[in-house]
């Protein structure tokens, strides 16, 4: 399912324009995405996708078909080889909905159902790096909580899909935060860095804890952390400066897209931990 599809239904249909919803239903063998993915297509657009190439084209001409003939149900099934001019190898099946109420609401039903199983992401800061981190991480496979206890520093209207809490109690969100959390940590106030960095390495069950800042600020920074008595090996786990790497760039967008790849590999990484603590 590709998030905000849902709602993107709801605007169509509440301006009364024909759509068609493709469900990639069926994958057996190499495909581009996965089964349970969807896309919409109206006479002029399509929204999501399924994978691109010859096959979402298809698809898509498929689609445009229903419309202009009032059809309201069809089924493809595709190998993904040289007739397609893919060489995915694999077969794909789909199913084409002339969109409705009831289709809505079962995209919004899994929409939220989806929602639940996301890594849930904890920003702090409404400064110039975290507007560019809540644009970069709002599309992506995330539950991205922003938290700042000044409102007028939030953007009009922020990314969709990204949660905006206004709140002073910071350090109570990362007491409620679920282990297994991601934070990223970039308020307008040195002091209050240092809390919430603090409040999370006390608790030790993140799976990603970024501190936006230089090696020095990192440095005053673990001293004043290990005078709480927090382990080094605790400590160590701290990400400051995010972002890092080879790449030393200041702007905000790229601090933000290269902190945006490093966190989803932790998390990657997190997972695929948990996974094999399960199995054993």
């Known amino acids: 399912m590709t998030a905000g599809l849902a709602a993107i239904l709801r605007g169509l249909l509440d301006r009364a324009e024909p759509a068609v919803v493709v469900e990639l239903a069926e994958v057996k063998g190499s495909a581009p995405r996965e089964a349970g993915t969807h896309m919409i297509v109206t006479a002029a657009q399509s929204h999501g996708t399924i994978g691109g190439g010859n096959l979402e084209w298809e698809a898509i001409r498929r689609a445009r078909a229903m419309l202009g003939s009032g059809e309201a149900d069809a089924g493809l099934k595709l190998p993904l080889g040289p007739e397609l001019g893919q060489c995915c190898g694999g077969f794909v099946a ?3 909905h ?22 849930p992401v904890l920003l702090f800061g409404a400064g110039h790096v975290g507007k560019a981190l ?13 938290i700042d206890g000044r409102a007028d ?3 009009e209207a922020a990314p969709a899909g990204v949660e905006v809490v206004v709140s ?8 409620a935060a679920p282990a297994g ?3 990223l940590v970039l308020t307008h106030s ?15 069950d993140f799976a990603y804890l970024g501190l936006i800042g230089s090696r020095s600020k990192r440095a005053r920074f673990e001293r004043g952390f290990r005078e709480l008595g927090i382990a080094q090996a605790q400590i160590d ?17 790229v601090i933000a897209a290269l902190t945006a790849a490093e966190l989803l590999q932790a998390l990657a990484e997190a997972a695929a931990k948990a996974t094999t603590g399960e199995a054993a």
């Open 134 to 146: 809540a644009v970069a991480l709002a599309p992506l496979p995330l539950r991205l909580r922003w």
């Open 190 to 204: 040195h002091a209050l860095d240092s809390m919430l960095c603090a409040a999370a390495l006390q608790r030790g």
């Open 237 to 253: 786990r701290l990400v400051c400066p995010i972002g890092g790497g080879r790449i030393r760039d200041k702007r905000p967008a």
């Open 94 to 96: 789909l199913r084409l």
């Open 98 to 119: 002339r969109a409705d109420k009831a289709l809505r609401t079962a995209l919004e039903a899994q929409e939220a159902r989806e929602r639940e199983t996301l890594p």
């Open 181 to 183: 959390a991601a934070y």
């Open 168 to 175: 002073e109690h910071l350090l109570e969100e990362v007491e």
């Open 153 to 155: 520093a939030f953007p």
